[in-house]
């Protein structure tokens, strides 16, 4: 019989230290699930289900992000990285994620967009040495949970900005080279976005210098999402299953800012963002054994989404983002609720605002198609684990504007 007295030992110590998962839930096995896996989104507090967003990982939050992302981009991937819970025991989390998109309405005049997403994030708990009658000189493995994502989004644009998507995973969880538990689950997720000035007039714009322009826009948004709907997971025996941690998610998102139009280019000169949302985990336990809430569960608006405050049974998740130019971007943001109070930051450096520069500047065809079409984003964030906070990179590729013929 192997020796999985230490591989016990190990994961009492990883999962009774609540502040080294504090984005899982005891309640729950596999509280890996709802860990924020985005260098980007990381840093406004890991909300991401209520409010729009281009990142490659936004359907992780709420598939309905891949009906907005495709109404703005065809392609995006976010390179792998890696983030380091606890140098010790070289407990860390990768990931990676994919996300491609079409708007209809650029070459049809149909005002639908569709995208796909793929994602795999890991997190591996270190090697832990092992032994057994047949390896009696031992061996190392390394314990690891991870699961694979695929989603579909979609979005309809016509005055209101409607988003809807599915979310489809194959989950894995490798106790040992031997013990493993799989499962599958799926994610449902609505996000509605009202773009205000365009819905009262989307003409309003000022003139201000020859071949230069401003247009004001703010836009508001609600979402909701359901994730990791599914069956409980066991390892060995079926009547010890566990519940997978089920969420509900509601929140709101508000944006504004001006766009400067310089000759046939479109700079975003300046744009302020603020969500919240409320996260609760669905899952209940009592003398009997498990069970799922239903609805928004123990999620109060008042309190968890509008007032911006987590308590003992709700996350709060807020943030606020602004960005410069298509350049420069600053975050901040916070995570709250269930014993803890976190603060979060970040910033985004971009290439297209330099490329747009450049194609004005030069007027070069081949700098304004480059300008045009492409765009690398490149994300620090500082985010707290555990005992430590540390810093978060990534690096996102993206292709835009390219209609199918």
């Known amino acids: 019989m192997k020796n999985y007295i230490i ?55 709420n598939p309905a992000q891949l009906g907005y992302f495709g109404s703005v981009n065809n392609f995006a991937i976010a390179l792998p990285s890696t983030m380091e819970l606890a140098s010790i025991t070289r407990i860390e989390i990768s990931s990676m994620a994919v996300s491609l ?29 092992v032994t057994d009658p047949e390896s009696p000189d031992g061996y190392f493995f390394t314990p690891r949970d991870y699961y694979h994502t695929f989603s ?8 209101l900005q409607f988003n809807g998507g599915l979310s489809i995973k194959s989950i894995t969880s490798e106790f040992s080279s031997d013990i493993t538990a799989d499962a599958s689950a799926f994610d449902l997720g609505l996000l509605i976005n009202a773009p205000l000035i365009r819905m009262l007039n989307k003409d309003i714009s000022f003139s201000f210098a020859e071949n230069t322009s401003a247009r004001p826009f703010a836009d508001f948004s609600i979402g909701y999402t359901l994730q990791n709907l599914a069956d409980k997971i066991y390892y060995i025996d079926p009547g010890q299953a566990d519940p997978l941690p089920r969420l509900a998610k509601l929140g709101y998102g508000i944006s504004g800012g001006i766009d400067l139009m310089v000759e046939s280019s479109i700079f975003n000169l300046f744009r302020i963002s603020f969500t919240s949302e409320a996260e609760d985990l669905l899952v209940t336990r009592d003398s009997v054994g498990s069970s799922y809430q239903s609805g928004i569960g123990d999620i109060i608006i008042g309190r968890n ?32 609720g269930r014993g803890l109070h976190e603060g979060t930051n970040g910033i985004e450096i971009r290439a297209k605002g330099f490329l747009k520069f450049l194609a004005i500047t030069t007027q070069a065809g081949y700098m304004k198609y480059i300008a045009d079409h492409f765009d690398l984003k490149y994300y620090n964030t500082t985010y707290p684990i555990g005992f430590t906070t540390d810093n978060y990179p990534g690096l996102v590729f993206v292709i835009n504007n390219f209609n199918i013929y």
Do not use: C, H, W
């Open 152 to 159: 579909i989004g979609f979005g309809y644009d016509n005055y």
């Open 305 to 336: 989404i509008f007032g911006a405050k987590g308590d003992d049974n709700v996350f709060n998740k807020s943030g606020v983002k602004i960005d410069l130019l298509d350049v420069f971007s600053y975050r901040s943001g916070k995570y709250s």
């Open 101 to 129: 998109g079409y708007n209809f309405k650029n070459k049809y005049g149909i005002p639908l967009s569709v995208g796909l997403g793929y994602s795999r994030p890991q997190m591996s708990f270190g090697k832990i040495f």
């Open 7 to 61: 591989l016990f030992f190990f994961f009492v110590s990883i999962f009774s230290n609540t502040r080294l998962f504090s984005q899982g839930y005891s309640e729950a096995a596999i509280p890996f699930l709802p860990f924020p896996v985005s260098p980007s989104i990381n840093s406004t507090g890991g909300a991401a289900s209520s409010i729009p967003t281009d990142d490659p990982y936004g359907f992780l939050f």
